[in-house]
T-cell receptor, first 114, second 118 residues
């Protein structure tokens, strides 16, 4: 079945460092891909998404590009802030082009130190 | 966007008892889902709550253990029955709305219910 493999954490960075969190997927169809973020004590929020190959999702300085050839959707940010400390989840939908039930990766805890 | 109110936010329960979690959405939504997030793990889909009919359960989850109701398009409940310590998790309600072109849009999540079974 479909699955998401995500870089294990925790990831600890200093403020203004470059961030990459790796995410690869396995899917039989053409899924949509998502990054969700969970800040301490809060619920999940959609950070960005991409619905087809070569799409780039971006939000709050974060970016991820849907790479069909490598089945990847790595999350990047050029300069992290302390406020970016959270758990990041990569996810795919089970139906390409629409958001239905989601399959999540294991989550990556990011801790940014001042 | 959709605003989801989930309650209780947390509870501590005795083994063998049952807990019902409520999910209220501020607008009519097409699809509602229930997820479980076990300690230190990712989210796993329990079931899709269908309005007016029985829920659709994922592999490993059964109706007797996790009965679900969805009487209308804005409300659903999940019951965790005959609880054991292994049921200690965060349970999350999720909804998917409808975009202008009748295409499903992003998924929204409630704050979750943190359940501890002792």
């Amino acid at each position: 079945g479909d699955s998401v493999t995500q870089m294990e954490g925790p990831v600890t960075l200093s403020e203004e460092a470059f961030l990459t969190i790796n995410c690869t997927y396995t899917a039989t169809g053409y899924p949509s891909l998502f990054w969700y973020v969970q800040y301490p004590g809060e619920g999940l929020q959609l950070l960005l998404k991409a619905t087809k190959a070569d799409d780039k999702g971006s939000n709050k300085g974060f970016e991820a590009t849907y790479r069909k050839e490598t089945t990847s959707f790595h999350l990047e940010k050029g300069s992290v802030q302390v406020s970016d400390s959270a758990v990041y989840f990569c996810a795919l939908s089970d139906r390409g082009g629409a958001t239905n039930k989601l399959i999540f990766g294991t989550g990556t805890l990011l801790a940014v130190q001042p | 966007s959709a605003v989801i109110s989930q309650k209780p936010s947390r509870d501590i329960c005795q083994r063998g008892t049952s807990l019902t979690i409520q999910c209220q959405v501020d607008s009519q939504v097409t699809m509602m889902f229930w997820y479980r997030q076990q300690p230190g793990q990712s989210l796993t889909l329990i079931a899709t709550a269908n309005q007016g009919s029985e829920a659709t359960y994922e592999s490993g989850f059964v109706i007797d253990k996790f009965p679900i109701s969805r009487p209308n398009l804005t409300f659903s409940t999940l019951t965790v029955s005959n609880m054991s310590p292994e049921d200690s998790s965060i349970y999350l309600c999720s909804v998917v709305g409808r975009g202008q072109k009748r295409v499903n849009t992003e998924a929204f999540f409630g704050q979750g219910t943190r359940l501890t079974v002792v």
